[in-house]
């Protein structure tokens, strides 16, 4: 019955600044609500939503986590550095010199966050077979199995 996640919902501390972020991703702002102090955008062909809500002053914001699927994850990476985006530097104990690999799903992945500390994702599911583990891989090392 259940075929995708549509929607889901960041709490952000200053919208304005959210909503720069996420355009620069390339998400398109298709609504804004200023008395509630909300914004969703569209992502992708099937329009799957993404809701950015501004908490109160002095209210901390519940960090979360969530990935965007992408078709070439190495073209991923070099264009989260041309738009200025800092990659984790450090992921699964591994540097993120190159893309990593978690084995068991198989897909290829970089980690970034948001202005306000959100653990966001570039993904890229494999079509090798899956080896089920927990080791993480660089995609080099992935490859050359």
Known sequence: MI??????????????????????????????????????????????????????????VQKRHFAFGVDDIEA????????????????????TVEPLVHTWMPASCIYFNDPDGNSLELIQLLDDEPVVSNEVLYLSEWRKK
């Open 76 to 95: 991923g990476m070099a264009w989260l550095k041309e738009k200025s985006i800092e990659i984790e530097e450090e992921s699964f104990g591994k540097k």
């Open 3 to 60: 075929k995708s996640i549509y929607e889901t919902h960041l709490q952000v501390s200053n919208l304005k600044e959210a909503i720069a972020f996420y355009q620069r991703l390339g998400l398109q702002l298709v609504h804004q609500i200023d008395q509630r102090k909300c914004a969703f955008f569209f992502i992708g062909k099937d329009k799957q939503m993404l809701g950015l809500w501004e908490v109160a002053k002095g209210q901390g």
